[in-house]
């Protein structure tokens, strides 16, 4: 399975079109949910957290933690090494703002 929306979502995180990216980034954690892909669920949480950080809206930081967190739990969980890294790493980046 292959989910195929979260190409558009890196090109708009990419291009610094950040509300668009967060439309993309909110469908694919309902879809993912939806059919209990925890993996992409875990990246898709990594990397949704990652564009609010660079994005800085006002609840965009405790979101991000929020959503980095869940990622961070799901990768321990399930043995996902890559997304734990990326969201050790980010998550310091989060508690060093």
């Known amino acids: ?5 979260l190409a ?25 949910a939806r059919i209990e892909a925890k993996f992409y669920a875990a990246r898709t949480d990594l990397w949704w ?23 961070h739990s799901a990768a321990v969980a399930h043995g996902y090494g890559a997304i734990e890294r990326r969201t050790t790493e980010a998550l310091h980046t989060w508690a060093d703002r």
Do not use: I
């Open 1 to 5: 399975m292959r989910m195929t929306f």
């Open 8 to 32: 558009p979502t890196g090109l708009a995180n990419v291009l610094g079109r950040y509300d668009e990216a967060n439309e993309y980034f909110t469908h694919a954690g309902q879809f993912s």
């Open 49 to 71: 957290g990652k564009m609010l950080l660079e994005r800085r809206a006002p609840g965009d930081t405790e979101r991000a933690r929020d959503l980095l967190t869940k990622a």
